[in-house]
């Protein structure tokens, strides 16, 4: 693969503590019992989540009103999906459940060989989707199964060399999936067969180059980010390297959006958000952000939606990376100045990655950390946070 090196973008400095316009009050938001890592579902009048307290929410998606909850074993930091009349997603626990939507009312539940934690940054479980009857999900205990939809009946699973909390994609009759292991993998989607498998190149401190969230398919080529600072772009037939953007100073976990030719993503550690020329790699604008970017960008109206570690969601213009618009959740406006100095940097006296970076990070989300991705619907922005909230948050 050829890495790019030519630097186009345009290093906008943010005050990011200037307030830009007046913030917008949210619709609704509604308390959970834990943290919320994974990202809403919004179907037909109702808004699914799940949550770090255990339970699966059903919401009214005009007033946030709570309709039914579910109780499972373990955080459920796994986004949900939906086929005909049931709701999938996984726990920790290590089971997928099926539930019906109407009334939270268990259909069936299918128990992996068991959950398990690669480690303090691994936020998310795998999602579920589902393709012609078929329930593709991850798993930690490295398989990435395939079930039916009604009854959740095992079809196949396939096993990979460590723990799989990526969501798988389907297209094309394949489901394409990354692993801990640090390999893609696309599969038959109707019984597992391997038809390739990708390596990613690795990194000093990380030589496995492992693969934490979803690729994004697009034009018969998937994108997807990893642990070793790359993100990849595949030819989807064969695994073979279209081109790649090695990121020298953090992992890059999100699943990159796109939008009109162009991939809208955030970092990890390098603190920056990236638009990018999907068809050659070629880097558009970044921008420096206080802190790291998990979770996917949504763009609406000609901005680039997305949340932050910092408890803030940014609106960037599409074109040019300038900041529009935000919205701080009240955690982080009470603790915003504990963490950060007038300046947008890190005070003196916080340290991200010393002694106590257990600490430190405990500290991060108290800020009501947006890890979730974003989902627009009739111009209200969804998402969760790490202050235990749901938000529906009305966009300009």
Request: net charge negative.
């Amino acid at each position: 693969m050829r890495m790019r090196k030519r630097f186009t973008a345009i290093a906008i400095l943010i005050p990011w503590l200037m307030i830009l316009n007046a913030q917008e009050q949210p619709m609704w938001k509604y308390q959970t019992g834990g943290r919320v890592y994974s990202t809403p579902l919004v179907s037909e009048e109702m808004v699914y989540a799940g949550s770090g307290d255990g339970c699966f929410y059903a919401l009214e998606k005009a007033s946030g009103k709570l309709r039914w909850k579910y109780e499972t074993g373990g955080a459920v930091h796994s986004s949900p999906c939906i086929y005909n009349h049931l709701l999938y997603f996984g726990s920790a626990d290590g089971t997928l459940y099926a539930l019906d939507s109407r009334n939270g009312v268990l259909a069936w539940e299918f128990p992996s060989g068991g959950e398990k934690s690669y480690g303090l940054w691994d936020y998310y479980l795998s999602s579920p989707v589902v393709e012609a009857g078929i329930v593709y999900w991850g798993s930690g205990d490295g398989h990435l199964y395939a079930l039916d939809w009604e009854t959740g009946q095992m079809v196949w699973k396939y096993r990979t060399g460590d723990v799989v909390h990526a969501s798988p994609v389907v297209k094309n009759g394949r489901v394409y999936v990354g692993s801990f292991d640090g390999f893609f993998y696309a599969l038959g989607a109707e019984n597992g067969a391997l038809k390739w498998k990708f390596n990613t190149v690795g990194a000093q401190y990380f030589p496995k180059g492992e693969i934490q969230k979803a690729a994004l398919v697009e034009d018969d080529v998937l994108y997807f980010g990893s642990r070793d600072y790359n993100i990849y772009a595949l030819d989807a037939e064969t695994g073979r390297g279209r081109w790649n953007m090695r990121q020298v100073r953090g992992w890059i976990i999100a699943t990159p959006a796109e939008h009109e030719g162009k991939l809208y993503f955030g970092t990890s550690d390098a603190h920056l958000f990236y638009c990018m020329d999907k068809g050659n790699g070629e880097i558009l604008w970044t921008i420096p952000v206080p802190m790291r970017v998990y979770g996917s960008a949504a763009v609406h109206g000609g901005v680039v939606y997305f949340g932050c570690f910092d408890g803030k969601v940014y609106g960037a213009d599409q074109l040019t990376g300038e900041i529009k618009w935000e919205f701080q959740v009240e955690a982080s406006k009470a603790g915003y100045d504990k963490i950060y100095d007038r300046e947008g940097g890190f005070r003196e006296d916080f340290e991200l990655y010393g002694p106590d970076y257990l600490e430190s990070e405990n500290k991060i989300l108290a800020l009501g950390s947006v890890l979730s991705s974003m989902v627009i619907q009739e111009d209200i922005l969804y998402f969760g946070s790490s202050d235990g909230h749901i938000y529906a948050v009305p966009l300009p």
